[in-house]
């Protein structure tokens, strides 16, 4: 069921009287009163979302919340374009539009469905952002009627979620069809992907995109940014970037990759280094190991050793106790009355069957990476023992 905030005047009444009520408890008691229930269940969580935007009174439905850009990667998106005027095409929540509004003299919100459009109205109100105007219509009607814009921004949603592999042309609005009218609307171009979507398929849908960012925050890729902009000093190239430390490896999407350095000597290795999700997932692990000075254990995963031990940028960094050849015979005994974390890559089992096959639970005694080193016939396979991860810096 479909709510608007401001149509029921008394439900954050309610909601205080019930705050801190599970939403599934709440909802049996007072089964028409979906506001107050869906608040219950997405309040807690929006102040970890927004920390500092979640204020009382901003209303939430799951569906959109979970759908939303969170504060911090909403804020560094704002932070990388600016100017008079952006259409935000596909506004959702609102979230997007309200980090927009602190960048241009005027955001337009767009979103042809009415719920999202209601939430995103109460929302900026609460923090009061009087220079963002909202337009309940299709991106196809803004495109017809609103003002050219210095920005476009838009986060197109998929037709059938349940597809695993899909093209923007499978999504709402349906951006190469409609990308012509885009080009010609403004000057610069923003589209939002899923973490899942591939790379190499977005530069053959849309091959005039010149700037393609993977954000990941605390190690875990949130979203894709593709960018479209004519005479950009950033074009042609991927970037990493890992929030919060604001973190950036790039490359140039055209420029051939290094061959990967295989280290030879492991008695000197001190640490097993597993790049961000953000490096792996743009392709930049081998620009990464170059700037670090990393080696890589062997040609097939993305595990890297170094002879230090000392934080790395945009990685996470374990202390190498030992590297041992995989014997689970030996490696059981070993793990007796231990509690381990178990990764893998490039080995033939799965961490649920090292698990089970070595007789031993999960805990944080020590961290084993069971991968594979250069060998004829065949590679060897290991196990790099390490303890826990080097702490970042904030």
């Not at 959109?64 to 804020?75: N, Y």
């Not at 900026?124 to 210095?150: C, G, K, V």
């Not at 000597?265 to 170059?290: E, N, Y």
């Amino acid at each position: 069921m479909d709510f608007d905030p401001s149509a029921d005047a008394q439900w954050f009444s309610r909601y205080e009287q019930a705050r801190g009520t599970d939403a599934r408890q709440y909802l049996l008691s007072s089964p028409n009163d979906i506001v107050v229930s869906e608040q219950l269940h997405c309040y807690p969580r929006a102040e970890n979302k927004f920390p500092t935007w979640h204020k009382d009174g901003m209303t939430y439905t799951r569906l959109a919340f979970e759908q939303s850009s969170g504060e911090i990667v909403a804020k560094y998106k704002a932070s990388q374009v600016s100017g008079s005027t952006l259409l935000d095409l596909s506004g959702g929540l609102g979230i997007d539009s309200l980090a927009f509004s602190f960048s241009f003299d005027e955001v337009h919100y767009v979103d042809r469905a009415e719920q999202p459009f209601n939430l995103a109205r109460n929302n900026h109100q609460i923090h009061t952002r009087d220079n963002i105007r909202h337009h309940h219509m299709s991106a196809e009607e803004a495109l017809s009627q609103l003002p050219d814009a210095d920005w476009i921004y838009i986060d197109p949603s998929r037709r059938n979620p349940g597809k695993r592999v899909f093209l923007l042309s499978d999504s709402e609005p349906d951006v190469p069809a409609l990308w012509d009218r885009l080009l010609a609307k403004s000057r610069g171009i923003i589209i939002k992907l899923s973490p899942l979507y591939d790379l190499a398929a977005l530069r053959e849908e849309l091959p005039e995109i010149t700037r393609i960012q993977v954000v990941s925050v605390g190690g875990e890729v949130k979203e894709i940014l593709a960018y479209a902009q004519k005479n950009s000093t950033k074009s042609n190239t991927i970037e990493a970037v890992c929030l919060p430390q604001n973190t950036v490896y790039s490359s140039s999407l055209d420029e051939n990759k290094p061959p990967r350095t295989v280290r030879s000597d492991f008695a000197t290795s001190k640490s097993l280094i597993v790049p961000d999700a953000a490096v792996i997932k743009s392709g930049l692990t081998t620009t990464f190991a170059a700037v670090n000075s990393l080696e890589f254990v062997n040609h097939n995963t993305d595990y890297l050793l170094s002879s230090e031990t000392r934080p790395v940028p945009g990685a996470s960094v374990y202390p190498i106790s030992e590297i041992l050849p995989y014997k689970p015979k030996e490696l059981k005994k070993w793990l007796k009355g231990k509690r381990v974390n178990i990764h893998q890559r490039g080995f033939p089992l799965t961490p649920s069957e090292l698990y089970k096959k070595l007789n031993t639970d999960m805990g944080d005694d020590y961290h084993l990476f069971f991968t594979n080193v250069p060998s004829r016939p065949k590679p060897n396979l290991i196990v790099v023992i390490t303890s826990s991860a080097l702490r970042n810096e904030p």
